[in-house]
């Protein structure tokens, strides 16, 4: 959708603004040769140009509306579409694909109707000037042949006067037929400075520094964090992590674990003195150095349509074929690889993919340490996976949190047990804090949820 609003802008750009700005410039030069020629007759048609330009802008004006509506509906439909194709192997096992089919259909018919309401204006702009033109020329003549008549103006002057006239109005049918170009810019000129304003949110203030190493730590000071202004999301929250430590983050779905790593990246904005990276507010290190040193391994594991070597290069595209073999060893995914006939050259996809969630999350994990990160965010990174595989997550993340400060945010608590800190998050706020084994002797939210694993993992078993 974006890249369509674009494609609009750019057409505009390349092929009506010139038109149009031409089209203003003859109708400009024929008003003078008019009003020179014959002044009142020439007022009078100008008078009727002027009519027509309103009337014009009128409909330009009332067609934007529903070309604004066609747009906002292409793009829902798209999104939709976006959606069911995502969704197909659900969609086939649960047999609704005639349903699916017919969920396009609302959409369809909207898109429709707009689109024959705005393009019914667009297009009766170009036989209006025609007819209006022609009345005008009439009404130019029957002035002219009495002027004639009664000896006011010789027939030469009637006869350059009528052409001036017929000429006066095709700048306009220039105009109208790249009416709906404009619009379509316009709309989607409206869109992209929304998306744009969007990202402006979160942008280096002026004196903002680039991230330095971490020396003593990241730390949380009394945060408080909401998505929506009514409801407090994140309450008072406050926590240290030291440098080259490992901090794990536990507790109920829906607690803000997920939004606590966010705001780290600066993907929202905090008030002043609520994160610091050693001493400094994070609102005064720069976002794209902060970025930069931060690896975040997501909930949603992100597989790009490519090979599984540029989905492991990603972020640092020129990097050697021994750095890339080095990380995807170091996360256990190597062995896997080769045993692909085409190895790192076997091509991947987020849908169907010959990787398993586990092997993406392994791929994902290797494509953000190959950057380097002075910090690595993981997020769940063992849940939906086999017990190989946890076990092989388990094994790479001992070896690569051990380099750098690292935050963890686990369903399956048998992965984070060596953290140096576990804070327990419930509803926002932090509930318990420290190691297992202190966490274990204290009556609460931790211990149930460990023994509550432990006894399903070992009726599973
Ligand atoms: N972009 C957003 N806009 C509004 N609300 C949001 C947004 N993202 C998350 N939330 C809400 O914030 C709350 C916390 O979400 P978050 O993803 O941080 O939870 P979580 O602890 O990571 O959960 P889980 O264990 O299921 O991953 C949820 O109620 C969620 O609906
Ligand atoms: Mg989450």
């Known amino acids: 959708m974006f890249t369509n609003d674009i494609d609009n802008i750019s057409n505009m750009m390349n092929q009506a603004i010139d038109q149009i700005l031409s089209s203003l410039f003859l109708i400009i030069i024929i008003s003078f040769a008019m009003l020179n020629v014959q002044p009142a007759l020439g007022g009078v048609v100008l008078g009727l140009g002027i009519i027509m330009g309103i009337i014009m802008l009128i409909s330009g004006i009332k067609s934007l509306k529903y070309v604004k509506g066609q747009q906002q509906t292409l793009g829902e439909l798209n999104s939709n ?37 705005g393009k019914t204006y667009s297009g009766m702009l170009a036989p209006v000037i025609q007819g209006f033109s022609l009345i005008v020329i009439s009404v130019v003549i029957f002035f002219g042949v009495q002027m004639v008549v009664r000896n006011t103006i010789p027939v030469g002057i009637l006869i350059v006067f009528v052409q001036y006239a017929a000429l006066f ?43 330095k190493k971490l020396s003593k730590g990241i730390m949380f000071n009394n945060l408080y964090f909401s998505y929506e202004k009514e409801e407090q999301l994140l309450k008072n929250i406050k926590f240290e992590v030291e440098a080259n430590k490992m901090l ?30 050693d001493d400094l507010d994070i609102n005064n290190i720069s976002v794209t150095s902060l970025r930069k040193n931060i690896g975040i391994v997501l909930q949603e594991n992100v597989i790009f349509t490519g090979t599984i070597k540029e989905n492991i290069i990603f972020g640092k595209m020129d990097a050697t074929e021994e750095e890339m073999i080095r990380v995807a060893k170091k996360v256990n995914i190597h062995d896997y690889i080769m045993t692909l006939e085409q190895k790192y050259d076997t091509m991947a996809d987020n849908l169907c993919s010959i990787l398993s969630a586990g092997q993406k999350q392994l791929i994902s994990i290797a494509r953000t340490l190959l950057v380097d990160p002075d910090i690595l965010i993981l997020d769940e990174a063992t849940s939906n996976v086999d017990t190989v595989t946890e076990s092989n997550i388990k094994k790479s993340m001992d070896v690569i949190v051990k380099e750098r400060t690292s935050l963890v945010i686990a369903h399956r608590l048998k992965t984070i047990l060596q953290a140096d800190k576990i804070i327990v998050l419930d509803s926002g706020e932090v509930v318990q804090c420290g190691t297992h084994v202190e966490l274990l002797k204290e009556d609460g939210l931790y211990s149930e949820l460990y023994y509550n694993q432990f006894a399903s993992e070992r009726v599973c078993n």
């Open 169 to 211: 109005f095709q700048p306009f049918q220039q105009i109208a037929t790249h009416f709906n170009m404009v619009q379509l810019a316009v709309s989607g000129a409206e869109r992209v400075k929304k998306v744009m304003k969007e990202n402006e949110d979160i942008v280096d203030h002026k004196g903002s520094v680039n991230y």
């Open 248 to 277: 794990a983050i536990v507790g109920p779905t829906g607690g803000g674990k997920t939004t606590i790593m966010k705001l780290l990246n600066k993907f929202y904005a905090v008030d002043n003195n609520m994160i610091f990276f």
């Open 81 to 117: 579409i976006d959606e069911k194709i995502n969704g197909m192997s659900i969609i086939i096992t649960n047999g609704i694909q005639r349903e699916t089919i017919e969920s396009f259909q609302p959409y369809n018919e909207k898109y429709r109707d707009l689109s024959i309401i």
